[in-house]
């Protein structure tokens, strides 16, 4: 029986926006490690959605980031992503992978 598709939304954030004008950057390090994880979860049918939700030069201490907040919009006003779904966000400082459902 075939699995059922898990939309996975990629969130990337950076508190300062040092380094983000270079053409490799850590919100481009962070998806690129977010796309590998998701793409090694293909047999449980995950799959990445292609829009880019990336705030570069925002605090994590509140939720007035530009990205974050469109997601929010898109993932529970809009119903853009249809469930389930998934969020994956990884935090190079602590090394840590954080996984919200949608579902």
Do not use: C, H
Not at 26 to 45: D, K, N, P, W, Y
Not at 67 to 80: G, H, K
């Amino acid at each position: 029986m075939k699995k059922p598709t898990v939309r996975v939304a990629i969130y990337t954030r950076k508190s300062s926006d040092e380094g983000l004008d270079q053409e490799f950057n850590s919100l481009e390090a962070q998806r690129q490690a977010i796309e590998a994880f998701v793409e090694s979860q293909l047999g449980q049918g995950w799959v990445a959605l292609p829009d880019k939700y990336d705030d570069g030069g925002f605090t994590g201490a509140n939720t007035d980031r530009p990205a974050f907040q469109r997601l929010l919009r898109d993932t529970i006003e809009q119903n853009y992503v249809p469930r389930p779904a998934l969020l994956l966000t990884v935090g190079f400082r602590y090394s840590a992978w954080s996984l919200s459902s949608f579902m």
